[in-house]
């Protein structure tokens, strides 16, 4: 949403300003020096970027359009899926969880959770420490340390996807340099015209730099900053199973454990204490 009102702010004032000054908008319509940039900028990123980052970043666009996938009740489906996990493993022992993890399709507990068993990423990433825990792992700074290896190896993924973007972003104004060249260079070639005809070809070849700097920090710029801002948001996620699952293996009761991983939400889809509290009281027995 804020996308778009962004970007309806950003051409919208350069394009009303430029016809407020008397600008005509048919000016700017170069379609070639258009294709010189556009085409440029794909074909160094395809040089500068494996397939992986290619298609994770053919994929992003609709990050930037939705934000953050996670919202507050996200949260609080997440933290009733721990809670329901962590009751299980203090009445029963970590053996119980076994025929959960192998199998979380066919699951008791993440069956009542929809959201959760639909996010795959989310549910394996889960299920691989909760395995961890049924094949005897209790110490609990040893598995936070893979735990957190694996989300930093997460995090860079998502990293060069967002630099990639940015690196495209920052490489728009030299080519539109280069467009503005090509473009007096083809001016140079019809010299003899007359005035009119030569300025008209040369606020064309102006175009090209005028278009660069505008994509550049108008709109590929602020995605990349965009696309950072909700990786890093949905990065939480999985912090939060971290956290919930070292707390538990720390000894801690489900609604300490649970209340551990709920500190280090950002407050704009925290749920409170009370909201936590009402939700895990409705839960239906194992």
């Given at each position: 949403m804020f996308f778009i009102i962004g970007f309806v702010v950003v051409f919208g004032s350069v394009a009303g300003g430029y016809v407020a000054l008397g600008g005509h908008l048919d000016v700017l319509w170069q379609p070639?020096?258009?294709?010189?940039?556009?085409?440029?900028?794909?074909?160094?990123?395809?040089?500068?970027?494996?397939?992986?980052?290619?298609?994770g970043l053919a994929g992003s666009f609709g990050k930037i359009l939705k934000g953050a996938k996670y919202k507050k009740e996200s949260y609080l489906e997440l933290l009733s899926v721990l809670y329901s996990v962590f009751r299980l493993a203090k009445s029963k022992g970590d053996l119980a969880l076994e025929t959960h993890v192998e199998k979380p399709e066919e699951s008791t507990i993440f069956s009542k959770f929809p959201d959760f068993s639909s996010?795959?990423?989310?549910?394996?990433?889960?299920?691989?420490?909760?395995?961890?825990?049924?094949?005897?792992?209790?110490?609990?700074?040893?598995?936070?340390?893979?735990?957190?290896?694996?989300?930093?190896?997460?995090?860079?993924e998502d990293h060069d996807i967002a630099h990639a973007m940015g690196n495209m972003g920052e490489a728009f104004p030299a080519l539109g340099i280069v467009a503005?060249?090509?473009?007096v260079i083809h001016t140079m070639g019809s010299i003899t015209e007359p005035p009119e005809v030569l300025g008209h070809l040369i606020g064309?070849?102006?175009?090209?730099?005028?278009?660069?700097?505008?994509?550049?920090?108008?709109?590929?710029?602020?995605?990349?900053?965009?696309?950072?801002a909700v990786f890093a948001a949905d990065s939480k996620y999985l912090?939060?199973?971290?956290?919930?699952?070292?707390?538990?293996?720390?000894?801690?009761a489900p609604q300490v454990s649970i209340e551990f991983a709920r500190?280090?939400?950002g407050s704009d889809v925290r749920p409170s204490f009370a909201e936590l509290e009402e939700q895990i009281q409705n839960i239906p027995a194992d």
């Open positions: 070639f020096e258009f294709v010189i940039i556009g085409g440029s900028a794909i074909g160094q990123l395809l040089i500068a970027s494996p397939k992986k980052v290619i298609g996010d795959h990423h989310a549910v394996e990433f889960l299920c691989d420490y909760l395995r961890l825990l049924t094949l005897g792992a209790s110490t609990s700074h040893e598995v936070e340390a893979v735990m957190e290896q694996e989300l930093e190896t997460h995090h860079n503005a060249v090509l473009g064309g070849a102006l175009v090209g730099t005028f278009f660069g700097i505008l994509i550049s920090y108008g709109l590929v710029g602020p995605m990349a900053k965009s696309l950072e912090e939060c199973i971290k956290t919930g699952i070292v707390a538990h293996m720390q000894g801690y500190k280090i939400l």
